[in-house]
């Protein structure tokens, strides 16, 4: 089985046998199947700068670590406190609360490059939530929960889930069930939520609940409210979902009923919830188009290397073209991704509304990923059925992006409208 080496550090100059070694603004040019994307012109020198270090931090766990963490369903541990242990979780916040005050921009190429280095789905969904989930908290909370709240998450103490969808309404959010009602100095919270990841092992859960009813409301978007809480489990059932990948982190139903919530947990006004989690969504969409994009390029970069080394009737499955061509093709597609996912990042960090762009590049990712992630696999032949050739896991993490935050039907149909002017189709 060929070794992947995903990073390529230019410190050891040009692979021996590399053909094409061309001098690229001062920097060498590798072969794809060992390409580490310093190299690339369109990076700035921060984005380059976290690619390196979370490329160091990666290549301490190699593919047999995520083998392994996969087939024995452990939470990496190891890698979490790594990225915690040199301060990454807190890349977005402000240094006043320990964080690098860094952009999306920077956060997205950390993502990419987490998921680019085997780890998949897997090493990027462990510390996802904490990555952007507490943009509400910096926004609209007060001084005394950004300090109560952000310290603790960037320095790794506190991990955090995000309860938003719900069994009985999945996507249609505004009919959400879930309720919150005032108790003195409490709120009283009763409902149920579905899909939400870490729980089984978060100390603190960012939750969107209703505290006017639908019918007391002008708007369905009134009414809902943010609590960013303890994760009483004494008060909270936390039932965790069996599924087909990306089995080390849970996936988890909740169930509450009286559980009591400090009004002092409360973010930002009663009933304006919902507008705070719009703003932190979009950013979702594009770190997890960054993540699945990574994905990609991880899957096609193995295909390539097994291709080169794999020989059938005397040479190497490689020279043949129905070999060649779809990895080619993957590879351009990821690439334009890539620097799409990178302007909507930009755009993002520059103030602009990127709703159109965060679904452009949701979508176009979780696409393209899973193509070059399936197309890989193929290339393996019955080799790419085998857990230890990597493939088949990658196939199965990629579906995530494909189906989460929100399918790709629902992006289309934001596109349709938004963009152009159509009617709404549902």
Not at 19 to 48: C, M
Not at 322 to 350: N, T, V
Not at 356 to 363: D, T
Request: net charge negative; proline share 5%; glycine share 10%.
């Amino acid at each position: 089985m060929p070794t992947m080496q995903p990073f390529c550090s230019a410190e050891y100059g040009v692979p021996e046998g590399t053909s094409d070694a061309s001098n690229l603004d001062g920097r060498r040019s590798f072969p794809a199947t060992e390409y580490l994307q310093t190299q690339d012109p369109d990076l700035t020198d921060s984005q380059r700068t976290v690619r390196e270090a979370i490329a160091k931090i990666c290549a301490k766990f190699p593919d047999e670590y995520w083998l392994d963490i996969d087939q024995t369903k452990r939470w990496p541990i190891e890698f979490t406190s790594s990225i915690a242990k040199d301060g990454w979780l807190g890349i977005m916040m402000p240094a006043e609360y320990g964080g690098s005050e860094l952009g999306l921009s920077e956060a997205t190429v950390m993502m990419q490059t987490i998921s680019e280095s085997g780890g998949g789905g897997t090493a990027a969904s462990s510390i996802h939530m904490n990555i952007f989930g507490l943009a509400p908290v910096l926004k609209h909370g007060t001084e005394e929960q950004k300090k109560r709240f952000l310290v603790p998450m960037i320095e790794g103490k506190d991990r955090a889930c995000f309860a938003v969808t719900e069994p009985n309404t999945g996507l249609d959010t505004l009919k959400m069930q879930s309720t919150a009602t005032r108790d003195g100095d409490s709120y009283i919270l009763r409902g149920s939520k579905i899909w939400t990841s870490t729980a089984q092992r978060a100390e603190k859960i960012l939750i969107l609940v209703r505290t006017t009813p639908l019918e007391e409301v002008t708007k369905p978007s009134q009414g809902l409210s943010l609590f960013y809480a303890p994760l009483d489990k004494t008060q909270v059932s936390v039932t965790e979902i069996p599924k087909m990948g990306r089995a080390a982190v849970d996936t988890n139903s909740l169930y509450f009923d009286g559980w009591r919530v400090p009004k002092e947990d409360l973010i930002g006004r009663e009933g304006e919830g919902f507008k705070m989690i719009m703003h932190g969504m979009n950013a979702e969409r594009i770190l997890l188009a960054g993540e699945a994009c990574g994905l990609g390029f991880a899957a096609i970069r193995r295909a390539a290397l097994y291709a080169g080394e794999r020989v059938v009737f005397g040479r190497p499955i490689g020279m043949n073209q129905g070999i060649q061509h779809p990895l080619a093709d993957s590879w351009i597609r990821l690439e334009a991704c890539r620097l799409m996912i990178y302007q909507a990042a930009k755009m993002f960090d520059d103030g602009y509304a990127t709703g159109e762009y965060a679904n452009n590049v949701k979508y176009l990712a979780g696409e393209t990923a899973f193509t070059a992630c399936e197309r890989a696999l193929m290339a393996h032949g019955g080799m790419g059925y085998a857990k230890e050739y990597h493939v088949e896991r990658y196939l199965r993490e990629v579906l995530i992006p494909r189906i989460a935050p929100i399918s790709k039907e629902m992006c289309l149909n934001y596109i349709s409208e938004r963009v152009l002017g159509l009617p709404k189709s549902y």
